[in-house]
């Protein structure tokens, strides 16, 4: 099993900043892709950012530019660093881990518990 904590968010104005992190902890025997998702209100979740194994990166069109991920593989935590943020940036964000476990020997992916970024204009 594996246990995603997220940490970062928060209330900002137009034009600020924040990093958002994700930790996986458990019984992991590797950690593949890493990504991470929003949820507006009354919208379908989408793909923000994702970093590979290899950390080559990929971004929605929206953000590219203004954020960046990055992942500390010895301490199995992602980054997403935003910077001049935007109203419509608001939602609940989301990290997703795609990770192999012993014990029992399984792959899979996991979610956070998300964390919320409100920005004001």
């Known amino acids: 099993q594996v246990q995603l904590l997220e940490s970062g968010g928060g209330l900002v104005q137009a034009g600020g900043s924040l990093r958002l992190s994700c930790t996986a902890s458990?019984?992991?025997?590797?950690?593949?892709?890493m990504a991470w998702y929003r949820q507006a209100p009354g919208k379908q979740r989408e793909l923000v950012a994702h970093?590979?194994?290899?950390?080559?990166?990929r971004y929605a069109d929206s953000v590219k530019g203004r954020f960046t991920i990055s992942r500390d593989n010895t301490e199995n935590t992602v980054y997403l660093q935003m910077n001049s943020l935007k109203p419509e940036d608001t939602g609940d964000y989301y990290c997703n881990v795609d990770a192999t476990t012993r014990n029992p020997w399984s792959r899979q992916a996991y979610w956070g518990q998300g964390t919320q970024v409100t920005v004001s204009s």
């Open positions: 970093i590979s194994g290899g950390a080559g990166t």
């Open positions: 458990g019984n992991i025997l590797a950690i593949n892709t």
